[in-house]
T-cell receptor, first 112, second 114 residues
Framework: GQNIDQPTEMTATEGAIVQINCTYQ??????LFWYQQHAGEAPTFLSY????GLEEKGRFSSFLSRSKGYSYLLLKELQMKDSASYLC?????????????FGKGTKLSVKP | EPEVTQTPSHQVTQMGQEVILRCVPI?????FYWYRQILGQKVEFLVS????????KSEIFDDQFSVERPDGSNFTLKIRSTKLEDSAMYFC????????????FGPGTRLLVL
C-alpha cells in the first residue's frame, strides 16, 4: 500500500527553526518532494530529494533517508509568511512519469 | 517566470452537467497532470498525459473523466456528468520531462457541484 505520514499541525515562533517530519511506505520510490501550500492556493515547489542526505536551499533544507523511509523539512529564521501547509509527496513507480503521492500536509502556524 | 495557468478559477454547476476545466502548461513542458483536492483533504493524483495519450490514471479517474490536448497549448479535463462528490479544487501540473522532474502546479479551479 501507499502511506505517507506527517504531523497534522505545528506551531512555532517567528525567528525560530522548525522541523517537519515525513515518513513514507510506498510501492516504489523515485524521489521525495516538499511543497508549500497557502490556504486556497496551489502547491508551490520547495525541494526535491532522491539520494540520501541533506539538500539546502536558502532558509529551507530537506533531508532524506531512503532506508528509513524518512524525510524532514527544516525551516530556519521563520517568518510570518511561512504560515502555510507543508506537503510531503513521494514519486512512486508508475507509467513513464511516476505520479506524486501526497501526504495530508502539516499546517504550520508561525506566531510573533 | 513561466507558470501554469488555469481557467476558470471558480466553476459552479448543477449535478449531472458536463464541465471542462482548462489548463495551459508551461510552454516547453511535455508531461501534464491533473490532481484534485477535496476541501480539507490531501492532494490526489487523477491522471498523467504525455505524447497525446494517457500515461497513468488513478482509480478516481473513471469513465466520467477524460483529458484532451486540443491544440499546442491547452490541456483540458472534462467531467461528463458531475456528481456532488466531484466538488473539489482541481490542479493542473506540468513537468519538462518525466521521472525525476519537478511538477509545477497551476492556481487551480474550484469546482462546486450543487
Amino acid at each position: 500500500g501507499q502511506n505517507i505520514d506527517q504531523p497534522t499541525e505545528m506551531t512555532a515562533t517567528e525567528g525560530a527553526i522548525v522541523q517537519i517530519n515525513c515518513t513514507y511506505q510506498t510501492s516504489g520510490f523515485n524521489g521525495l518532494f516538499w511543497y508549500q501550500q497557502h490556504a486556497g492556493e496551489a502547491p508551490t515547489f520547495l525541494s526535491y530529494n532522491v539520494l540520501d542526505g541533506l539538500e539546502e536551499k536558502g532558509r529551507f533544507s530537506s533531508f532524506l533517508s531512503r532506508s528509513k523511509g524518512y524525510s524532514y523539512l527544516l525551516l530556519k529564521e521563520l517568518q510570518m509568511k511561512d504560515s502555510a501547509s507543508y506537503l510531503c509527496a513521494v514519486r512512486g513507480y508508475g507509467g513513464s512519469q511516476g505520479n506524486l503521492i501526497f501526504g495530508k500536509g502539516t499546517k504550520l502556524s508561525v506566531k510573533p | 517566470e513561466p507558470e501554469v495557468t488555469q481557467t476558470p478559477s471558480h466553476q459552479v454547476t448543477q449535478m449531472g452537467q458536463e464541465v471542462i476545466l482548462r489548463c495551459v502548461p508551461i510552454s516547453n513542458h511535455l508531461y501534464f497532470y491533473w490532481y484534485r483536492q477535496i476541501l480539507g483533504q490531501k492532494v490526489e493524483f487523477l491522471v498523467s498525459f504525455y505524447n497525446n495519450e494517457i500515461s497513468e490514471k488513478s482509480e478516481i479517474f473513471d469513465d466520467q473523466f477524460s483529458v484532451e490536448r486540443p491544440d499546442g497549448s491547452n490541456f483540458t479535463l472534462k467531467i461528463r456528468s458531475t456528481k456532488l462528490e466531484d466538488s473539489a479544487m482541481y490542479f493542473c501540473a506540468s513537468s519538462e520531462r518525466g521521472m525525476g522532474e519537478t511538477q509545477y502546479f497551476g492556481p487551480g479551479t474550484r469546482l462546486l457541484v450543487l
